[in-house]
């Protein structure tokens, strides 16, 4: 059984409210008849019919009390619907959102952060791939985590250690698996010195301090990540990481984008995602050209990360 189908299956066990804020589009129609038929979730298809003057203002007065922003600015704000999607999952209309067929990702995450607000113990968004590998030895039987390949573009250190903390609960939390983490570099263990490899290392560290719990190691190369001979020629300590990491934090997002895309195109992997995490509640963002199928499986990375 693929991993989706593992998530679709856990899907189907929950009664997950998911809002489509881009209902205009027919790809959205089509995957939310599809979405509807396979029990993965219930859609909410966000429809001019649906955003009446009496319901963004109801959901305007009640949201003056989490922002503490101007009713006024509020009711104008709410006339778009990707706010007026955001609003409902902040309400608990729904329990969880995909768009960007037609939204940009900062559109989908400024609003976002605006109304359905970031866990209190992160500093920023990110997001990760789930990467279904033809090869069942690397990974987690053939799976892989890799982040933040759509959002931050330069992360600080601070702002690598989060991603790391956000992609470990992420992984545990959808697919149940005990994270395994490698801060990725050019450099393994000391092998080269630069600015670059440093900022690894001190998110590295940061991640040991504020989270003892999380295995986690670095920097490392790939192949000492996910190469037990390698591992065992470059890594000279013990490590519950080296050659046989599940989730791979890149550096930046040049190495994490045409990493992940590398890995699609040239080993034939399916690439589950992007998947936005550091939400107090679950969005999905799409590429613009994306398809029925990858909207349904957006569907289901949100369905996943709603508790029961």
């Known amino acids: 059984m693929s991993v989706m189908d ?31 038929k396979r029990g993965i979730a219930h859609p909410i298809i ?21 922002t503490e922003m101007p009713l006024e600015i509020l009711e104008m704000m709410l006339a778009e619907p990707l706010n007026f999607a955001t609003a409902m999952v902040a309400l608990g209309e729904a329990d969880g959102m995909v768009a960007g067929l037609d939204c940009a990702t ?39 985590i890799f982040a933040d390949c759509a959002v931050v573009v330069q992360p600080t250190f601070d702002e690598l250690a989060d ?29 080269a010195g630069h600015a670059d490899v440093k900022k690894v290392t001190e998110a590295l560290d940061k991640v040991r301090t504020n989270r003892a719990d999380i295995a986690i190691d670095g920097e490392l190369q790939v192949d000492s990540a996910l190469v037990s001979s390698v591992a065992a020629a470059k890594v000279k300590e013990k490590s519950e990481v080296a050659g046989k990491a599940n989730i791979l934090v890149f ?9 992940y895309k590398l890995v699609q195109r040239l080993a034939g992997a399916k690439a589950y995602g992007p998947v936005l995490q550091g939400f107090r509640k679950p969005v999905s963002d799409l590429s613009r050209g994306a398809t029925v199928e990858d909207i349904i499986g957006a569907a289901v990375l949100v369905a996943a990360q709603v508790e029961e």
Request: glycine fraction near 4%.
């Open 6 to 36: 593992t998530l679709i299956a856990n899907a189907q066990k929950k009664h997950t409210r998911i809002v489509f804020p881009e209902g205009s589009d027919e790809r959205i129609t089509q995957a939310a008849h599809k979405i509807e």
């Open 46 to 66: 966000i429809e001019p019919s649906m955003m009446t003057a009496e319901a963004i203002s109801a959901y305007a007065h009640q949201l003056t009390e989490l």
């Open 106 to 144: 900062q559109d989908v995450i400024m609003s976002s952060q605006m109304f359905i607000k970031l866990d209190e113990a992160i500093s920023l968004p990110s997001s990760f791939f789930i990467m279904e590998l033809a090869d069942n030895d690397l990974g987690e039987d053939g799976c892989l």
């Open 163 to 191: 991603i790391a903390i956000s992609t470990a609960d992420s992984a545990q939390r959808i697919l149940g698996w005990q994270p395994r983490v490698a801060m990725l570099s050019f450099s393994t263990k000391g092998s």
């Open 251 to 259: 550096p930046d997002l040049d190495a994490a984008n045409a990493g």
